[in-house]
């Protein structure tokens, strides 16, 4: 995932901006780590690059 994503992306349960904490990084890619939102205390996970922003209740 690139981090200027992180410009349009927004959480799917309210709306609130997402903050970005990289665990490992290629370049400028973040290949794993956490996309997290503050007003609703939910972590959305970053795997391979790709970012699971289902919300928790729909999550497998």
């Known amino acids: 995932m690139k ?11 309210c709306l609130g ?8 990084t290629e370049g400028t890619e ?3 780590g956490t996309l ?8 959305y996970p970053i795997e391979d690059g790709i970012p699971d922003l289902l919300p928790p209740d ?3």
């Not at 901006?17 to 490992?24: D, I, Q, S, W, Y």
């Not at 997290?36 to 972590?43: E, K, Q």
């Open 36 to 43: 997290t939102c503050a007003p609703c205390h939910v972590d």
């Open 58 to 60: 729909e999550r497998e």
């Open 17 to 24: 901006e997402l903050t970005l904490v990289a665990r490992k």
């Open 30 to 32: 973040v290949v794993t």
């Open 3 to 13: 981090p200027d994503l992180l410009e349009i992306l927004r959480c799917p349960v």
